[in-house]
């Protein structure tokens, strides 16, 4: 790798004269730093360019200058001369308005390639492709696919392939994706075509330079701009979080009674305050509010707007993300280019890229950060005219009650904030995450490149894509394996000759127009209204005929739904609530967590928070000192211990892993790994065992994950590559030295020991036999609580006698891909036609209601309940809760196991079919009345002798209706 230090150079008068003579119209007097810089490296048209500069600050032009000066010496080349790569339409459709201005000067055609672009338009390219294509990933993947015979052609004479915003493929399987087709641009031409990236600064441009040029990533020129020096005015304020005016089960009843509920009615205390300070500060002026989620896109543009309308001026918020329309989103980026009129966008990262929305007064930030690099991208957006950069964040956290958990005392979400800001300040941005194998997409240009070839051998693909190809890391052997797992799941076949084609699975994949994209994208409905599109919704989410939607930032009324066509008719309505949509946060770095710690450690007040974020930092500093976390990771915590790693996420996964590995039961909570049943003392004795032993090795640890299924194609991927896969997701090496370093703190300091909060006391002790019970099991879609959906659901109601009452089961639609199917059986095909959870919640309700909630591992299944239930608009407000779990490990025999199962056959109970939900819920009740009858056979007389936690809800909170399968038989008299 070498760099390209910027100079005063003759990099102006190396430029073709009417490319100098555009620059003069532009009134510029002088290139950027960037721009003069590239001239050199990319007029000689022999290397590979990686420009890595802030947001605005002329990347585009720096490749495009010397690009089009190249051009226009050679005017009339058939094919396209040079391929620009985006990850987004809406940037292309941006570049496509600023080049073509350049372009047209100086007779350059430009064309864009994407899903929008009419075939007509398509058609006519083919016929005579020319000067500058502008294309996304997916739009060259169908390329390759439908049109590989003539590949060639479109690319023989191509000078340049310029990829923007490098920084967003790194790491992802989509960027796996780009470089393969990147190379495949190369054999299509027979010979290297020099690329350049354009990217966000990053903290290891070496492993972009590696990213944008695989192996040979010391020969990429690296130019990066310190120009992006500016003022910064920053403030970060904090908020707590309080609860909202309607609780869940009193806006169920408004709405039942068809009562207008507004935002304002539901959304928490502090999100009433961000919006008010949110309005009073950015009205009459044009700024970005960057939130977290698109569910808080559509929140706070509908609060914003409902204070526009009650302060009776004009609506000045305009939402911005993934699922809204194309006209939605141009209209919003119009409003903010407009100068006439004050806008204010609230976005996601869909404004963090180079779309040219022009100068913008400030920008917010809803939430933590999601990096230190997103947030030099967001606020890059702000202060592009000589003017200082104007920074707000807004920071929540929970109330300080006595129930709150001592990970919440520290006020993680705020500190991490602060570390965030500290580290801008310092320039260091996060380096590219490491190298992953990316079966899936491995898997994906495999059937691709058999699409484009009619046929290939398996030597041939090998090479093409692993031994020169940019799959580097997955060996022959591994490629052979992917292969016979390929070949089992019906996707390739091979001749007599050894040649490799589709089977009839594979056929029907590659010519499914969901083929072209390397990540996995939920079924979505149209969202209609007087036969306009206003964007999209996730299938996964049901929603009744009749009820109340917040989306592009207004309120409406669903009036009708259409499975077949996907599609649901809206109009305008008073009330609402945003829809939930999918997606995952990325994860945090190490870097930002030890900067966390050295901020507890501290006793400095960054003088950028205001009064609230001041106490709550003093609040977190003292939880820190209170429980001791200087001298020792490890909190007692009722039963429990809490440990304290501050480390990454990838290093935290890992430590976990490495702890269950050693038989016990980790959860994690936030800055924590909550370590179930079991002391400090014998925490730091197994931290110590681990030390001494060594953390067993990726493969090992990533054998422990049930479902290690993650990306697109995952599903026809063994279990053995699949493992391989995972295991290059964990960080063996820095958990070990983790584990090493809290070892050595455990041996001088004695861990500090907090009771649990003890739960208010119910209006009156239970007896045993006194209540019913509702035993339940659930298979569901995933291990974690969070994001786990039930596929299957059974609930066996006991009289307080334990005799059967009756019963209720289910397959449930999850609304996304079964899970785990190796383990429950279920299929995609066995769920598509059953029923959505929000459609069998009253029945669930039902069988639940006044009864003890009874399941082996009872925290699991009581938590996905309760999500579901919260997801269908309902939620209880406690549930009174009894694990079969630990009345084993108390009143049946000693075992090395307790699984259900194992339970089951040591009390010679016929399990039946395991993991079929009816049948592990009548041996849960079996179990159940075994367990009952010892513990009253010992004396046992109370519920909470039992270990029964919780109360049954004050009130009824399910407003769902009931159908007659979960309705209670009456019994004659």
């Keep these: 790798m070498t760099t390209s230090p910027p100079s005063g150079s003759d990099a102006f008068e190396r430029l073709h004269p009417k490319v100098q003579q555009w620059i003069w119209q532009q009134n510029w007097r002088e290139l950027r730093e960037a721009q003069e810089a590239a001239v050199a490296p990319i007029l000689a048209g022999d290397r590979d360019v990686l420009i890595a500069a802030a947001t605005a600050s002329g990347k585009t032009e720096a490749a495009f200058l010397p690009i089009c000066?190249?051009?226009?010496?050679?005017?009339?080349?058939?094919?396209f001369a040079a391929v620009y790569i985006s990850p987004l339409k809406a940037l292309i459709n941006d570049q496509y308005g600023r080049l073509d201005q350049l372009c047209d000067h100086l007779g350059i055609t430009v064309s864009r390639w994407h899903g929008d672009v009419a075939a007509s338009a398509k058609s006519r390219l083919l016929d005579r492709p020319?000067?500058?294509?502008?294309?996304?990933?997916?739009?060259?993947?169908?390329?390759?696919?439908?049109?590989?015979w003539k590949i060639r052609d479109l690319v023989a004479s191509a000078r340049y392939v310029v990829i923007d915003e490098l920084h967003s493929f790194i790491g992802s399987e989509r960027g796996a994706q780009l470089q393969s087709l990147m190379h495949r641009l190369d054999l299509a031409a027979r010979r290297r075509i020099p690329r350049i990236g354009l990217s966000a600064t990053l903290g290891d441009m070496g492993k972009a330079a590696d990213y944008l040029r695989p192996r040979s990533g010391d020969d990429v020129t690296v130019i990066v701009s310190g120009s992006d020096a500016q003022e910064l005015r920053l403030q970060i304020r904090g908020y707590v979080q309080t609860a909202p005016t309607l609780d869940p089960r009193a806006r169920a009843a408004h709405e039942a009674l068809g009562e207008e509920v507004t935002a304002d009615d539901v959304a928490t205390g502090d999100r009433l305050a961000i919006a008010d300070h949110l309005f009073a500060t950015l009205r009459g002026s044009h700024n970005l509010v960057f939130a977290n989620s698109r569910a808080a896109v559509e929140d706070y543009t509908d609060l914003l707007n409902r204070r526009c309308e009650d302060?009776?001026?004009?609506?000045?918020?305009?939402?911005?993300?993934?699922?809204l329309s194309k006209d939605i989103r141009e209209h919003a980026e119009a409003r903010?280019?407009?100068?006439?009129?004050?806008?204010?966008?609230?976005?996601?990262?869909?404004?963090?890229?180079g779309i040219d929305i022009g100068s913008v007064t400030s920008v917010a930030q809803v939430g933590a950060p999601p990096s230190v690099a997103a947030l030099r991208q967001r606020l890059g957006r702000s202060g592009r005219r000589g003017g200082p950069a104007i920074l707000r964040l807004y920071v929540s956290e929970p109330e300080a009650t006595p129930t709150i958990h001592p990970a919440d005392e520290l006020r993680a979400q705020l500190v991490q904030a602060i570390a965030t800001i500290e580290l801008l300040l310092q320039r260091w941005y996060e380096p590219p995450a490491a190298e992953a194998l990316h079966l899936s997409t491995l898997t994906q240009q495999f059937l691709s490149l058999i699409a484009q070839h009619g046929g290939i051998t398996p030597a041939y693909a090998y090479r093409v894509l692993c031994g020169q190809g940019p799959f580097g890391a997955v060996d022959s052997s591994t490629f052979a394996t992917l292969l016979r797992d390929l070949a089992a799941a019906d996707l390739i076949r091979q001749e007599n000759d050894g040649l490799l084609l589709h089977a009839e699975t594979g056929e029907r994949l590659v010519n499914h127009y969901t083929f072209y994209a390397a990540f996995a994208a939920p079924a979505e409905y149209r969202i209609v209204t007087e036969g306009r599109t206003l964007g999209s919704v996730p299938l996964e989410q049901p929603l009744p005929e009749g009820s109340l939607l917040i989306f592009a930032g207004r309120r409406w009324r669903i009036q009708a739904i259409d499975t077949h066509a996907k599609l649901i008719e809206v109009a305008r309505?008073?009330?609402?609530?945003?829809?939930?949509?999918?997606?995952?946060?990325?994860?945090?770095?190490?870097?930002?967590?030890t900067t966390m710690r050295h901020l507890?450690?501290?006793?400095?007040?960054?003088?950028?928070l205001d009064a609230t974020a001041q106490g709550l930092l003093a609040e977190g500093r003292a939880a820190y000192r209170r429980l001791n976390l200087h001298d020792t990771p490890l909190v007692g915590y009722g039963n429990d211990t809490l440990l304290?790693?501050?480390?990454?996420?990838?290093?935290?996964?890992?430590?976990?892993?490495?702890?269950?590995?050693?038989?016990?039961?980790?959860?994690r909570y936030g800055l924590a790994l909550l370590i179930s049943d079991i002391t400090p003392q014998a925490a730091a004795d197994l931290l110590s065992d681990l030390a001494t032993e060594g953390v067993p090795d990726a493969l090992a640890l990533a054998a422990l994950i049930p479902d290690k299924r993650v990306d697109k194609y995952d599903d026809v991927i063994g279990e053995e590559l699949l493992t391989r896969s995972y295991g290059r997701r964990l960080d063996v090496?820095?958990?070990?030295?983790?584990?090493?370093?809290?070892?050595?703190?455990t041996r001088h300091s004695r861990a500090v020991n907090l009771d649990t909060p003890k739960a208010a006391p119910p209006p009156r002790q239970h007896r045993i036999g006194s209540l019913p019970y509702a035993v339940v099991d659930l298979e569901t879609t995933c291990l974690d609580t969070r994001k786990a959906r039930i596929a299957e659901i059974a609930i066996i109601r006991l009289h307080p006698d334990g005799s059967e009452d009756r019963t209720y089961s289910t397959l449930v639609n999850p609304g996304s891909g079964p899970g785990p199917t190796h383990i429950h059986g279920l299929t995609e095909g066995a769920l598509a036609t059953a029923p959505h959870f929000p459609q069998i919640a009253g029945d669930v309700a039902a069988m639940l209601d006044g009864a003890i909630v009874v399941a082996h591992n009872v925290r699991y299944d009581s938590e996905v309940l309760s999500t579901e239930f919260a997801r269908a608009g309902y939620a209880p407000d406690n549930l009174m809760t009894l694990c079969t779990l630990n009345l084993a490990r108390r009143f049946g025999p000693s075992l090395p196991s307790h699984r259900l199962t194992d339970c089951a056959l040591a009390e010679g109970i016929d399990n039946g079919t395991a993991h079929q939900a009816e049948c592990d819920a009548r041996t849960c009740a079996k179990l159940l009345q075994r367990y009952l009858e010892r513990a009253m056979a010992q004396g046992l007389q109370w519920y909470s002798e039992l270990g029964v936690t919780g109360q049954l809800p004050a009130m009824r909170w399910c407003a769902a209706p009931i159908s007659d399968l979960a309705r209670r038989r009456e019994i004659p008299e």
């Design 69 to 79: 000066s190249a051009l226009t010496e050679q005017p009339d080349i058939t094919g």
């Design 130 to 148: 020319r000067g500058i294509l502008l294309i996304t990933p997916e739009s060259l993947e169908a390329m390759f696919v439908l049109r590989g």
């Design 311 to 323: 302060a009776r001026v004009p609506d000045e918020f305009v939402p911005h993300h993934g699922n």
């Design 336 to 353: 903010l280019k407009d100068r006439t009129r004050p806008a204010t966008a609230i976005c996601t990262s869909t404004l963090e890229m």
């Design 573 to 593: 309505a008073s009330g609402g609530r945003p829809p939930r949509f999918t997606g995952t946060g990325p994860l945090v770095h190490d870097r930002i967590r």
């Design 600 to 608: 507890y450690e501290q006793a400095t007040v960054p003088a950028y």
């Design 644 to 667: 304290f790693p501050f480390r990454g996420d990838a290093i935290m996964t890992t430590l976990a892993l490495a702890l269950h590995a050693h038989g016990v039961d980790v959860i």
């Design 733 to 745: 090496p820095e958990a070990q030295q983790s584990i090493d370093a809290l070892v050595a703190t």
